[in-house]
C-alpha cells in the first residue's frame, strides 16, 4: 500500500512557525478531503485539523491546515513545547479504495 | 462522550489465530462506519480495515486481504477484526477508530487507546 509522503522530521523553536507538508496524488488528497492526526507519545493518535482546514473543538487555532491540488499542509503557529508529537496525514483513497497514512513527522521543539 | 475501548491483544505464536474486539459507546453505534488501524513499534500508522454502519461493505489493505476480516455486532455495539496466519511483522498496536456518518469513510476520529498483539515463538 502506497503512502502520502511528508519529511520525517520538523523542528523549531518556541513561537515560531512550522509547516509540514503532505504529498499525495489525485485519487486520494487531489478528490478527498485531508486529515492531521498528533500523536503524543504512548498516546493514541487524535485528530487536530480535519476535512482539510476544519479544527476540532479543544484544539488551539494555532493549528491550521490547508489543501491544494494533490498536496496538503499542517501550521502550527506560536509553537509550544506540548506541541511536540509525530504527526500524520491520512487521506481516502479512491483507487485503492482505502485509508492511506503519511509515514508521519516528528516534530521537536528546540 | 464517545468511547472505543479495545481488548483481545496479547502474544500468539506464528501461523495462529485471534480475535480482537472493539466495544463502543456514547453515540449510535450502528449508524457509523469503524476503522482498524495498526502500528508496529517503533513506525507510523498503517491501516488495516473499515466497515460500513451494517457492516454490509468492507475495504482492506491490500497487504491484509485473505489473511484478517473485519466485521461488527451492531447488537452488541462491537466491532471485530479476525486475524489469521499470524505473522511476526502483524506485531503492532491495534486501535479502532469512528469514522463519519451515513456511507462516510474517510475520517477516523476518535480512536481507541489500542491493544498490543504480539507475535513471536
Known amino acids: 500500500q502506497s503512502v502520502l509522503t511528508q519529511p520525517p522530521s520538523a523542528s523549531g523553536t518556541p513561537g515560531q512557525r512550522v509547516t509540514i507538508s503532505c504529498s499525495g496524488s489525485s485519487s486520494n488528497i487531489g478528490n478527498n478531503f485531508v486529515y492531521w492526526y498528533q500523536q503524543l507519545p504512548g498516546t493514541a493518535p487524535k485528530v487536530v485539523i480535519y476535512?482539510?482546514?476544519q479544527r476540532p473543538s479543544g484544539v488551539p487555532d494555532r493549528f491550521s491546515g490547508s489543501q491544494s491540488g494533490t498536496s496538503a499542509s499542517l501550521a502550527i503557529s506560536g509553537l509550544r513545547s506540548e506541541d511536540e508529537a509525530d504527526y500524520y496525514c491520512a487521506a481516502w483513497d479512491d483507487s485503492l479504495s482505502g485509508v492511506l497514512f503519511g509515514g508521519g513527522t516528528k516534530l521537536t521543539v528546540l | 462522550q464517545v468511547q472505543l475501548v479495545e481488548s483481545g491483544g496479547g502474544v500468539v505464536q506464528p501461523g495462529r489465530s485471534l480475535r480482537l474486539s472493539c466495544s463502543a459507546s456514547?453515540?449510535?453505534?450502528?449508524?457509523?462506519?469503524l476503522h482498524w488501524v495498526r502500528q508496529a513499534p517503533g513506525k507510523g500508522l498503517e491501516w488495516v480495515a473499515v466497515?460500513?454502519?451494517?457492516?454490509?461493505?468492507?475495504y482492506y489493505a491490500d497487504s491484509l486481504k485473505g489473511r484478517f476480516t473485519i466485521s461488527r455486532d451492531n447488537s452488541k455495539n462491537t466491532l471485530y477484526l479476525q486475524m489469521n496466519n499470524l505473522r511476526p511483522e502483524d506485531t503492532a498496536i491495534y486501535y479502532c477508530?469512528?469514522?463519519?456518518?451515513?456511507?462516510?469513510?474517510?475520517?477516523?476520529?476518535?480512536w481507541g487507546q489500542g491493544t498490543l498483539v504480539i507475535v513471536s515463538s
Open positions: 456514547g453515540f449510535p453505534f450502528s449508524n457509523f462506519a
Open positions: 477508530a469512528k469514522s463519519c456518518g451515513g456511507d462516510c469513510y474517510w475520517e477516523l476520529d476518535p
Open positions: 466497515t460500513s454502519y451494517d457492516g454490509r461493505t468492507k
Open positions: 476535512r482539510s482546514n
